[in-house]
């Protein structure tokens, strides 16, 4: 395995704290945290919030990258187009562009989301073989809700109940195969048919793309829904995937009181006084 560990994480302002943490709990927990590249893909992030971020190579001396998507004109053209739920940004379909800002030299990387809290050298995960398959990843505990939508009837998505399917929190990626694919180019067409109306963001487009081509990770290294029962299993990765998140209030999730001293005490604290700041200006704009 290269000496270098590249990561990439997509974020935007509002999960600035929550990606902190995620390079944090990384760096932690390996000791070869000073090889760690983290790419930091991001949607307008302040300058001030960008400056907290720099902690991680202070401290550790792990080295961030930066690519910063409002200036890049081909994504903004293909987020114009996109369905946007409510309670996301165009970021979520960032995923797909990986392969435009990761590069070359990196022939195997990580993917990982901002609401994960890592417990074990990532170097383990990161060194698996992927056996000729594009990216490794964990199946998703929910997916045939998430295949077939309510009361499990069609809904228009080219999937079957049964289909392997996994959750694109956590990925081992080859960078070749994966630029190969030309995920944008199939966003495109998801676009001109009309199915990306159907579709689950970027993830339904990812289990399509490597339908048949995935290796299937321990679900230790993706546990979903980290109820606090959980805690017995010792997993690898934590992925708080519900609305029930660490950094919020009465949170009653696995790990919570230490995923807080992971963001650390001081960040946690400004953090919540800036989205409470944020929900009060929502309030006063209704």
Not at 74 to 94: D, N
Not at 155 to 176: E, M, Q, T, W
């Amino acid at each position: 395995m290269s000496e270098t560990l590249h990561i990439a994480l997509t974020f935007d302002d509002n999960f600035w704290a929550p990606a902190y943490a995620t390079m944090r709990s990384i760096c932690l927990a390996s000791p070869r945290a000073k090889d760690v590249v983290f790419h930091l893909i991001h949607w307008h992030v302040t300058q001030e919030h960008r400056d907290v971020l720099s902690g991680i190579t202070e401290e550790f001396g792990a080295s961030l990258v930066d690519h910063r998507l409002e200036d890049d004109a081909e994504l903004a053209a293909h987020l114009s187009r996109l369905p946007i739920a409510k309670g996301f940004s165009p970021i979520v379909y960032t995923r797909l562009f990986l392969g435009h800002y990761v590069p070359e030299t990196a022939e195997k990387f990580l993917f990982i989301d901002c609401d994960t809290y890592v417990r074990t050298p990532i170097e383990r995960l990161m060194g698996i073989e992927l056996a000729g398959k594009a990216l490794a990843a964990a199946p998703e505990p929910g997916r045939p809700l998430l295949l077939r939508g309510p009361d499990m009837q069609p809904n228009g998505k080219p999937f079957a109940s049964h289909d392997g399917y996994f959750n694109a929190g956590v990925l081992v990626i080859d960078r070749k195969k994966f630029v190969a694919a030309d995920l944008p180019g199939q966003l495109m067409s998801h676009i001109e048919t009309g199915l990306i109306a159907v579709l689950y963001q970027d993830q339904d487009i990812l289990n399509l793309a490597f339908r048949d081509d995935w290796l299937e990770l321990e679900p230790r290294w993706n546990l979903t829904k980290p109820h606090p029962a959980l805690r017995s299993l010792d997993p690898h990765i934590v992925h708080y995937t519900t609305g029930m998140k660490p950094w919020k209030s009465l949170a009653y999730v696995a790990f919570g009181s230490s995923y807080r001293h992971v963001m650390t005490r001081a960040i946690f604290q400004r953090y919540r006084r800036e989205r409470w700041q944020r929900r009060l200006k929502r309030l006063i704009g209704r």
